[in-house]
């Protein structure tokens, strides 16, 4: 490869890389703290609306059944009509609906509201997958990626204790905290789905930041890959959703997220168990902990697996350093202790991430895609529903999280049983539907 050909690439790669991950790491940003906000409400929610243990398990849960039900056909949606379109729609719809969340006054009300939530909000993570395979090349996909996922737990870093200050510090028109919080919480969605409409490029033809040479070289070589994986044909969605591979992935996802969000849900509450005298804000700090740490351990594991250009064993290896983590808070009593394996558990929960939706587009092609990454992501969302009311459930019979840790635990280890189970083969899943046909 020549000089001035690799100019050109570093150059695009840069470009991309500056123009798309910072916006679209923002949005998920917002995104998340809109979907797991509820977790610190509950801090003062579940007291004022008579909210039980399984309840809030449930009502934190209950998010997931809308988004499993329209997760594929919005993720088809944002393939037709283009990012900038669907995203716009998907971030002002939640942004008022958690703005609706200001007002609830029973638990019934939060069913609904949650629910509708998940329909809102369902495409938006699929669709962003997908809209990164539409800028960047195979290689460098798990680095963008990790620095993508940086998000999630900045998510975390930013809503823990921004959340817990509203709560504790807004109280106008005799409203409560949480009240507060989820109405101030869900106006940036709103703005940012306007600035999504306008800023977002659809495809890098259309990229106007981008130099005539830089878009041909893109394209060239994003077309290149496609054709290396298989001349793209249509396929029903039944026959992508059917395929063996994709049923095997998204279990892997369900088991992720039974941890993902069941420690995510339940972190604050039991972050406030260590002692009765800490404020919302105290308990916010200190959850923060955690996910500082797990940022820091997920771009270095992304990286990684971009250089070493291995992704099955930086898939398989983070769950069990998870399970290891939510095993081990289970039976410790001291604080300190129960906080440092708290975050080797999620360190190692967030680090799957960003290797597993690399190591997942090694079977995927332009045609499968779409509805691929939107079933995995719907599918596996059920775990997020499982966690939390597990964990729920198990406070609510024992009056302690340890059951509920070992349960996440043990689906931690399944994950890991399921990725070493699909081994990387030279076929890919648009192959398998050409020989049963």
């Known amino acids: 490869m020549s000089n001035v050909t690799l100019t050109l690439e570093k150059r695009t790669v840069q470009k991309v890389t500056k123009r798309v991950i910072p916006f679209i790491s923002l949005l998920f940003i917002i995104a998340f703290i809109d979907r797991v906000n509820l977790s610190y409400a509950a801090l003062d929610m579940n007291e004022d609306l008579g909210i039980t243990s399984e309840t809030f398990g449930f009502i934190a849960g209950i998010f997931f059944f809308g988004y499993f039900l329209f997760e594929v056909p919005s993720n088809i949606m944002l393939h037709k009509f283009g990012a900038s379109k669907w995203l716009a729609r998907i971030l002002i719809s939640w942004g008022l609906i958690v703005v609706l969340m200001s007002w609830v006054q029973n638990e019934t009300h939060l069913y609904i509201l949650r629910f509708l939530l998940g329909v809102a909000e369902a495409g938006f993570f699929p669709g962003i997958v997908l809209y990164i395979t539409y800028w960047f090349r195979a290689r ?35 409203w409560e905290g949480w ?4 109405f101030l919480e869900g106006i940036p969605a709103i703005l940012l789905g306007i600035v999504t409409f306008f800023y977002l490029t659809d495809k890098p033809a ?3 930041w981008l130099t005539q040479e830089e878009k041909d070289w893109l394209e060239t070589e994003l077309e290149a890959e496609r054709k290396l ?7 029903s969605i039944l026959q992508v959703m059917r395929n063996r591979k994709i049923l095997l992935l998204a279990m892997v996802y369900v088991t992720i997220n039974v941890g993902s969000y069941g420690i995510g849900f339940w972190m604050p509450q039991i972050v406030n168990d260590f002692s009765d005298q800490m404020s919302n804000t105290q308990v916010g700090l200190i959850t923060m902990i955690p996910y500082i740490i797990a940022a820091v351990v997920m771009v270095y594991w992304g990286l990684h697996s971009d250089k070493t250009q291995e992704r099955r064993w930086h898939t398989a290896i983070p769950p069990v350093i998870g399970a290891i983590g939510l095993s081990g808070c289970a039976m410790v009593i001291d604080p300190v202790a129960s906080l440092l394996l708290l975050s080797v558990a999620t360190a190692g929960i967030f680090s799957f991430f960003s290797p597993f939706w690399s190591y997942t587009n090694g079977f995927l092609t332009d045609s499968t895609a779409p509805v691929g990454i939107a079933f995995i992501n719907s599918v596996g969302n059920i775990g997020g529903f499982i966690g939390p009311y597990a964990m729920g459930f198990t406070v609510s019979m024992t009056g302690s999280p340890q059951s509920g840790l070992i349960f996440m635990g043990c689906s931690l280890i399944v994950c890991t049983c399921l990725v070493l189970v699909l081994r990387k083969q030279h076929t890919r899943v648009e192959t398998d539907i050409k020989m049963k046909a």
């Open 140 to 174: 460098e996909q798990a680095r963008a990626y990790a620095l993508f996922y940086i998000a999630l737990p900045v998510s975390y870093i930013i809503g823990a204790p921004v959340s817990t200050w509203i709560m504790d510090t807004i109280h106008w028109l005799g």
């Open 206 to 208: 259309k990229a106007k």
């Open 179 to 182: 009240r507060w919080m989820f």
């Open 229 to 235: 994986k298989s001349q793209p044909e249509k396929h």
